[in-house]
């Protein structure tokens, strides 16, 4: 273990804390996020890091219970993030355990940390699959995740210029007015996708779509595609063909994606050795490789994963224990020595 490594798992160390919503807000800002996911993937890269299967359950009315995680031994941390997603809301907990004796470490609330890491990977992306003078970005979808995802590709590219496009048209508008003003950028609402996407640069798309919106033949060569939205079989956003266009493609998870994308499934089908050509952006940041200078595409697709998750939670607690920020959680939240056998 280097210098860094020990000093990151000394400053973990100490009493398990309970850290809020607005703590995560406060401690860690977009490039902050992006760089813990360079790490963690890096990790994962080198074997350091390891997901845990993301499984779920159905109850009600169609309400779903989640849980994913992961295994950070680089950071002598693992953990899960588990919520339940109802009509009435969610409230994600991410629980953070040492990897060495089992003790709780933290619980952290984590709505603002998922919405970080999930931009925080596009901007990811973004780095190592654009064009490196890419300044245009179309964006599709003014939901909950529009702001973040344009803070994450503006941390990362010098934008000049951003087009948004909604199914609803006024949302695309509200939108462009109010991050035009909070991210300091030049934001307006595009009339349709194909205006929104016509020699964009980056496209990133989060939606809730039903169907593949993106056509192939609405984007021009050069461009670089994140596709966020769409993580059950039961939604898409683009053009399964549009893979055969693209130098590189990566996803966060592979396995996630030959699971649950709808669009790849149906482009690659059962192929091994078609599949074997997706490759996890983890082995992109390790082999150290830029777009391809000749690329027509590259393209990101994101399911989400508990290296994600973990990476983000390892680096809100180092600072939370940094600045004295968080609260202790009871003694009696921590383990206790099991009296024999394995189960706990």
């Known amino acids: 273990m280097n210098d860094t490594a020990m000093n ?30 360079e790490r963690g993937l890096s990790a994962e890269a ?30 002598g941390v693992v ?7 109802t009509e009435g809301g969610a409230n994600p907990l991410l629980i953070l355990f040492d990897a060495a004796n089992g003790q709780l470490m933290a619980v952290i609330e984590a709505f603002a940390l998922g919405q970080l890491r999930t931009a925080a990977i596009s901007g990811l ?3 190592w699959l654009a064009a490196p003078d890419a300044a245009t970005m179309a964006l599709v979808g003014a939901g909950k995740q529009a702001l973040a995802q344009v803070a994450a590709v503006a941390a990362v590219c010098r934008l000049r210029r951003v087009r948004v496009a909604s199914r609803n048209p ?73 893979l055969g266009r693209c130098a590189v493609v990566a996803a966060d998870t592979v396995a ?16 091994d050795h078609a599949w074997s050509g997706v490759l996890p952006l983890s082995q992109v940041i390790a082999m150290g490789k830029d777009r391809p200078a000749a690329a027509d595409l590259t393209l990101f697709k994101a399911m989400g994963m508990g290296i994600s998750d973990l990476s983000m939670g390892v680096e809100v607690l180092g600072r939370a224990r940094a600045n004295g920020v968080g609260r202790p959680l009871s003694p009696t939240l921590r383990a206790k020595p099991r009296l024999g056998g394995k189960d706990a």
């Open 8 to 37: 990151r798992r000394h400053a973990m160390s100490g009493e398990a804390l309970w850290i809020t919503e607005a703590e995560v807000a406060a401690l860690v800002d977009m490039p902050d996020a992006i760089a813990a996911l």
């Open 46 to 75: 080198e074997g350091g890091a390891v997901n845990m299967a993301k499984t779920h359950a159905t109850f009600g009315h169609g309400d779903t219970l989640h849980a994913i995680g992961a295994t950070m031994l680089a950071e």
């Open 79 to 85: 953990g899960t993030k588990t919520w339940a997603h």
């Open 125 to 127: 992306a973004t780095r």
């Open 170 to 242: 006024e949302n695309a508008a509200a939108f462009a007015k109010r991050a035009s003003a909070e991210l300091n950028l030049e934001i307006e609402p595009a009339a349709s996708i194909a205006a929104a996407v016509k020699d964009a640069e980056i496209i990133t798309l989060v939606t809730r779509a039903t169907a593949p919106f993106l056509q192939s033949a609405m984007v021009a060569r050069g461009a670089h595609i994140n596709a966020v939205g769409a993580v059950v079989p039961e939604r898409a956003e683009f053009e399964p063909s549009m």
């Open 256 to 271: 996630g994606v030959r699971n649950l994308s709808r669009e790849f499934i149906e482009f690659y089908g059962d192929d």
